[in-house]
């Protein structure tokens, strides 16, 4: 079965498959459209010795994006790479985020005990009474 190269200047490297005449995508040469994004991530979650609750969701859902997707192996040997350093499995990982999500946490919101009350601040009880 010989392959022929069809290349573009934007476009994946495909190959034409000579027997049936389809193109395959050449698995090593796909981007993810969000590779520069999820790279800077990565490589933020790589420099957290213990991860947070916001590193912990945004390791689990990359592993989801770029789990069966062909190509992007430098992320996922990173992701991977991630877990060792954590002291994880994915098992854990997901058994972790399952909690948070159970817990109420939302990324992005803000911590409600950290957050002062709302108010005036005026205190009736150290009013005097003038009666």
């Not at 392959?3 to 498959?17: D, K, L, R, V």
């Not at 010795?49 to 945004?58: A, D, F, G, R, T």
């Not at 409600?112 to 709302?118: D, L, Y």
Request: glycine letters at 8%.
């Amino acid at each position: 079965m010989k392959q022929t190269s069809i290349t573009g200047s934007s476009a994946p490297n495909y190959e034409a498959n000579s027997t049936d005449g389809g193109l395959m995508a050449n698995e090593s040469s796909q981007s993810h459209p969000l590779h520069a994004i999820d790279r800077n991530i990565v490589d933020a979650l790589l420099a957290a010795k213990e991860p947070n609750s916001e590193q912990l969701l945004n390791a689990a859902r990359l592993f989801i994006r770029y789990e069966g997707f062909p190509g992007e192996a430098d992320l996922k040997l990173d992701l991977e790479k991630l877990l060792r350093f954590w002291g994880l499995d994915r098992i854990e990982l997901n058994s972790r985020c399952r909690a948070l999500w159970a817990s109420g946490y939302r990324p992005g919101q803000p911590n409600i005990e950290a957050v002062s009350p709302v108010g005036s601040g005026f205190d009736s009880t150290d009013s005097e009474n003038d009666v």
